[in-house]
Structures are given as C-alpha cells and as structure tokens.
C-alpha cells in the first residue's frame, strides 16, 4: 500500500534512528524529528518528536497516511530512556533552551513536570505502557498501523513492504545510537535528508496545531 505519508510512532530510544537511516538508503525524503510546518511538507516519513505524541493531529491532518509503532522491550528501553531524560532534564524545563515542541511531547509524555521522580522506574515504566495502550486502542481495527521492533528478522523488509516498495525478504536494520550514543542523525550526510526546522513561507514557525485548526 502507498501511503500519503509515513509516521513512526514509537517512542524515542525504540529505533527510531536506526529505522530513518535505513530509509535513506531507500529513496525515501525523511525527517528524523520535525518542528516546523515546511518539513512535514517535505518529507515522506517522519518519526520521534512530535509523532509520538501527536498521532492522532497527524492522523487528521495527513489522511491516507501509514503509522509505524516501534516497539522495544521495557528492560532495554528503560536505561536508556533514563540516560537521555538526563542529559535533557534542565532543558526541558519552562525557563530551558529546548523547542516549544520538544518540551511539550515530553513533559507531555512522561509526566517531567507532574511526577516528583520523573526518571524513576515507577514514572518511565507507567509511560510506556500508557503510550503503548493509548496507540494500540487508538489503531484497534485498522491496517494502517504496523507494530515493529528494530532487531527482529526481517524488519526492514517487512516494513517497505506496507510502504507499498519491494524488497528481498530478509533486509534487517541497521543499529545505530547504540547504547548512550544519541547523536547518529545529527552527523549523518545524506541528500534524502530532511532538515527538522526546514524553512518555508512561514519561515521557521513552530509547527502549532492551534493554528492549522486540528
């Protein structure tokens, strides 16, 4: 199936990078994070912030669209959630240098600025399985909506297939920002590359759903 556009669902630390890499190497135009109106214009897949929590705006803005929930084991995913809230913990605070848009989905998601220990287990753990249900109930009965996880068998080739592009059977993808490693994207060179904060007749406007009336 061609889908108007693709958004991967997931939350970050699910692969997301990995998954935006390897569709490079595919021809597609993707945007690892987007926060401005002129890159959800450009590109044709977009994943972590804002699609995590925004899906259901996306849903309605972008009809025809196909979702991906990357899905990860809550032990794996949890260190590492753990590690990057703390590098971004200061930031993402009101008076912090992070986008409006970053700050909201997170704090939105994972209770920052609500919970007394937000990088405690209890906290990231309730999170996860918050966002996994909200998605699963959200996409109950539909077919545009493929869960994956970044190390199994065959991801690859099981994820161009519901993009509508043909592909031998066992591609896998690539790992990258393995670890506390979170900067692959940032460094990656690649023409199908898009600019998170692209800039269009709005300049470098915040993406702002108010706005477009979602």
Known sequence: ?????????????TGTTSLCAALLEHGFKVAHTAYTIRTFELAQVVADTPCYAD????????PGSGFV?????????????????HKMQVQMRPEGHFNPVI?????????LLQDPEPLGVANLSRCFHRH???????????????????????????????????????????HLNAGNQV????????????????????????????????
Not at 1 to 13: A, E, Q, S, Y
Not at 104 to 111: G, M, P, V
Not at 132 to 147: A, E, G
Request: aromatic residues 12%; positive net charge; charged residues 20%.
């Open 55 to 62: 899906y259901a705006q996306l849903d309605r803005l972008f």
């Open 69 to 85: 929930h990357l899905q990860r084991p809550l032990a794996a995913w949890l260190p590492s959630m753990q590690q990057l809230l």
């Open 132 to 174: 996994h249900q909200q998605v699963t109930d959200y996409f109950s009965h539909r077919r545009d909506c493929l869960s994956l996880a970044i190390d199994q068998a065959g991801g690859l080739s099981r994820l161009l297939a519901f993009m509508g592009q043909s592909a031998p059977a066992d591609l896998d993808f690539p």
């Open 1 to 13: 199936m061609t889908h108007n556009k693709t958004f991967v669902i997931g939350l970050p630390r």
């Open 183 to 214: 900067s692959a994207w940032r460094k990656l060179k690649h023409p199908n590359k898009v600019n998170s904060s692209a800039a269009g007749e709005s300049r470098r406007r915040f993406f702002d759903y108010a706005q477009l009336k979602v």
């Open 103 to 111: 700050k909201r989905c997170f704090n939105d998601t994972f209770d």
